[in-house]
């Protein structure tokens, strides 16, 4: 779906934060920031993107929420996945390890990790589907021109292309 060289690993980082950033918006967070770049801090590795979604006060026995988080998680690599035209598994491709490993820890306990696996699978092929809608992937186009502009949007920044996008 892209049209710009796939080899560009700033594009490629601004269709992955803005999949973050739109599907976290439409499931109720608050998008605080999103950027190319990311400093390593006490919480996070040294990474090419990030996205900051508030989603108010957690709590870990609301399932609800617990889905909305690892939607949230696992939309950067499926809205980089649609840009590519390609089905990369984030638990083997290197840049959306961490991506995994995060959604790893949040999903819900299970018997095994074949059980884990599947679930989070399953998450990626339902996303994939959704993304790909002409007006989603609209929402995910729109707000990786803006970061791809200005390489760091702000809630004040981004509330005007998500609220239109995705209302």
């Known amino acids: 779906m892209g049209d710009t060289n796939l080899d560009d690993d700033e594009t490629l980082t601004a269709y992955h934060e803005a999949g973050h950033a739109v599907v976290g918006y439409a499931?109720?967070?608050r998008i605080e920031r999103v950027q190319l770049g990311g400093e390593a801090d006490d919480d996070l590795p040294e990474r090419f993107g990030d996205c900051?979604?508030?989603?108010?006060?957690?709590?870990s026995e609301c399932s609800w929420q617990r889905q909305c988080e690892l939607m949230t998680i696992l939309a950067g690599p499926v809205a980089e996945m649609i840009y590519r035209g390609e089905r990369l598994h984030p638990a083997h491709y290197g840049p959306w390890q961490g991506d995994w490993q995060q959604a790893w820890m949040h999903c819900p306990p299970v018997k095994d990790d074949r059980s884990r696996t599947l679930i989070?699978?399953?998450?990626?092929?339902?996303?994939?589907q959704r993304l790909s809608d002409d007006q989603c992937w609209a929402a995910i186009a729109a707000v990786a021109d803006e970061l791809l502009a200005h390489e760091y949007l702000d809630e004040e920044q981004l509330s005007g292309a998500l609220e239109f996008w995705v209302g």
């Open 120 to 128: 989070l699978e399953k998450m990626i092929v339902e996303l994939h």
């Open 52 to 59: 900051l979604v508030n989603w108010g006060r957690v709590s």
């Open 27 to 29: 499931l109720g967070g």
